[in-house]
């Protein structure tokens, strides 16, 4: 079995269900990737198990009368295209032994394959139709980008691991929390109509999914169902395997009055926070900010020395002293684009709560650091 190919579509079709492949499995077929022909169709899948990614590339129609086959090929096939020297290339495929010949130009490699008989069945989830809906790539990826570096990284709570989505009437809101900091997102769209539903969605999973997402107005279809969430393309189809844990109701956390609210531009605050982290030390990588006098001042004291800047805030309410970390606040500030920012804060000890002037329905709630050594 021989295919005519260009090296470039194939590598990129190979990188984008790279993602879903175990880091470490002791599942041997599970660290391959699944390819099968059908008509002039060549699919690609892989899977981990909790998460799996398909996608597809449509070959020239002098394929078209090749018999359908089915071969599970090695990641190293894909660093052995990211080098091939000639972007045309043939594979060659074993059916009785499973190699892999890629040859062209000058260059042949011979790689190892294996029986696709044992791997696990591929097919597309139909549950959760009365959840599914329609949003635009670029939507979907900003508003995830505006949440997911809240999530916990720390297995070991695991509830914080995920992304809380919750559809009800024309809304959904993503929420995620490391338990430092929480941020909030509704989406509201008139076509919606949701029954009242949950699901936590694995971060680690958004986060891969993020790097498939195009910053282009095509919509992606994502259909909540089962003990799944699905994400289709139409070129890209990724399913992930929801959280069972429970998300903890975090609306009490939210205050409803602020003590203090500032207004400051976004890019003057993330050049100074940017210079302060520069000195800020320790787990906390805290810096000073105080608020007075129609101004903030940033301060950081450490072993490598000190900085204090002052930059125009406008301050509505009395004047405060509080500790921050510098990498919670430019978490923010890098993935959003607006032009100014709104800061409520709650005391010494209260929260600070952050609002992008153009983005409706969004908050970034920080805890400060109560203490810094």
Known sequence: MQLSISVSDFYRSLEIVEKALPTRSTISFLNNIYLELSGTQLSFYATNLEMEIKTALT?????????????LLPQKIIEVLRYFPT???????????????????????????????????????????????????AELKKYLKMVLFSASTDETRPAFNGILFEFKGNKITLTASDTYRLAVKEIIKEEWNFKEAKC????????????????????????????KISFDTGLVYLSARLLQEKFPDVSSIIPQAFQ????????????????????????????????QDNALIARVTSQQGKM?????????????????NTKFVLDLLKVT????????????????????SGEKGYLYLVLPIKKVN
């Not at 070959?59 to 071969?71: C, Q, V, W």
């Open 200 to 227: 936590l969605v694995p971060a680690r999973s958004l986060r891969e999914f993020l790097k498939i997402l195009g910053d282009d107005e095509q919509m992606i279809t994502v259909v909540p169902g089962g003990n």
């Open 87 to 137: 972007n045309d290339a043939f594979l060659v495929f074993d059916p009785q032994s499973y190699r892999i010949t890629v040859s062209g130009g000058s260059a042949e490699f011979s790689l190892f394959g294996a029986d696709p008989h044992d791997y696990p069945e591929r097919k597309i989830d139909s549950d959760g139709e009365d959840l599914k809906f329609q949003i635009k790539q």
């Open 308 to 324: 204090e800047e002052k930059l125009p805030a406008q301050i509505d309410g009395e004047n405060l002293e509080l500790f921050v």
């Open 59 to 71: 070959l020239a129609p002098d394929h078209e009368k090749m018999d359908s086959f089915a071969i």
């Open 260 to 291: 203090s609210r500032i207004k400051i531009d976004k890019k003057l605050l993330e050049d100074t926070i940017s210079r302060a982290a520069l000195l800020a030390e320790g787990k906390n990588q805290a810096v000073q900010l105080a608020f």
């Open 337 to 356: 684009e607006d032009l100014s920012m709104s800061i409520d804060l709650h005391g010494h000890e209260g929260p600070l709560i952050f609002m992008p």
